[in-house]
């Protein structure tokens, strides 16, 4: 009779590969390693004004297409190497998706695409996919959505964001809190601001919190505190919120609760009205931003793809097109190489 108290509302429940066993099938290489340790620095190095480059994240919305994805990823290292001396480009290799309601959660949560929802599948080619792009040399950035998943994934990221919809999320700031790469915290879909400066102020400070451990146990992890958290400002609430007022307005708010003005903008989600084709404009007017002195701006954002748009997951996974986002609307990879590098020129001007 007990047995109703338990399961009511599971269907199945299945053991998942630990930490460690994913990490011996797909160890860490040193190239990577040094990859991953140089980009965490450098990063780090922007948010203390000790490099005066600025970072972009930059990238598809989501990753489906491993193939598509590596394309992209030798596309970006060209650019990169062009544009290093002034810009640091971090690629958006997002593997969990939160949803408004539901729909599609991402390679790592269903990577079939099908409802198979075989997860250890999702976290080994997530994982395959980092190791490769680190090889190229290339940073690469993701969203920190279940707080189980950097265990296994997370020595091949350089930067995380905590999204608009977990910012709230207590486990979410405590996550970032022991992250080992910097963390952008972002502002909440209806545009509130204090919810991120909350969430910097709270991942800045230690905390004891339940995980697993590389041998997949269940651990209690006491944190040190993230001092590299950071706000982003991705608009909201039908307002956009990267124009110079609103970041004078948060640099404000940021002196108030004493931490540090660093503040990182997505040009995507409310700042684009998820428009994919007013990004270029909202870089250019934070580039001019920091082209005129401003000094707070560490960082932007970037949804990009090999081609414009999205698409709906179609029944037929064949019928699906190359390079198109099966998320929100991204722009193409040309109009990203020219955005970026008119970004470059224009930094490059004054310097
Ligand atoms: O960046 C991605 C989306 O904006 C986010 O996952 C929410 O998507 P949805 O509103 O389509 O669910
Ligand atoms: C979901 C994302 O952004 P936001 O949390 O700002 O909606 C994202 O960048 O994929």
Redesign the pocket.
Request: hydrophobic share 0%.
């Given at each position: 009779m007990h047995q109703k108290l338990l399961d009511t509302h599971i269907a199945r429940s299945q053991v998942l590969i630990a930490p460690e066993e994913i990490k011996a099938k797909l160890p860490l290489t040193e190239v990577a390693a040094q990859t991953v340790l140089r980009s965490r620095q450098q990063i780090a190095n922007i948010l203390d004004v000790l490099d005066s480059r600025k970072f972009i994240v930059v990238g598809p919305?989501?990753i489906h297409d491993l193939e598509a994805a590596k394309e992209y990823a030798q596309k970006l290292k060209g650019l990169s190497d062009r544009v290093g001396d002034r810009l640091l480009l971090i690629m958006r290799a997002y593997f969990e998706?939160?949803?408004?309601?539901v729909?599609w959660k991402g390679l790592i949560n269903d990577p079939n695409m099908d409802d198979s929802f075989e997860i250890e599948k999702g976290l080994l080619l997530a994982r395959q996919l980092l190791l490769e792009i680190a090889e190229l040399g290339l940073p690469a950035a993701t969203e920190a959505l279940d707080p189980i998943v950097p265990q296994y994934i997370s020595e091949l990221i350089s930067w995380s964001a905590i999204g608009a919809?977990t910012i709230e999320s207590q486990t979410h700031r405590e996550m970032a809190s022991g992250l080992s790469m910097p963390v952008g915290l972002k502002n909440g879909t209806n545009g509130s601001i204090e919810v991120a400066i909350n969430a910097v102020q709270a991942a800045q400070k230690p905390h004891n919190f339940l995980g697993i451990d590389r041998q997949g146990k269940v651990s209690v992890f006491t944190t040190k505190g993230n001092r590299y958290a950071h706000v982003i400002l991705r608009g909201g609430g039908g307002k956009a919120n990267f124009e110079a007022a609103n970041v004078r307005a948060v640099e404000e708010l940021l002196q108030e609760s004493n931490l540090p003005t660093k503040i990182a903008i997505d040009c995507?989600?409310g700042n684009s009205n998820?428009d994919h084709k007013r990004q270029g404009d909202v870089l250019k007017n934070i580039i001019g931003q920091i082209d005129r002195g401003n000094s707070s701006i560490v960082g932007m954002m970037l949804?990009s793809n090999l081609l414009e748009g999205n698409q709906k997951i179609p029944a037929n996974l064949e019928d699906l097109q190359y390079g198109v986002s099966v998320?929100?609307k991204c722009m193409s990879w040309e109009e990203t190489e020219e955005v970026i590098l008119s970004a470059h020129a224009t930094l490059s001007q004054n310097s």
């Open positions: 919305c989501s998706k939160p949803r408004t309601t729909g919809r995507s989600h998820k949804e998320t929100d």
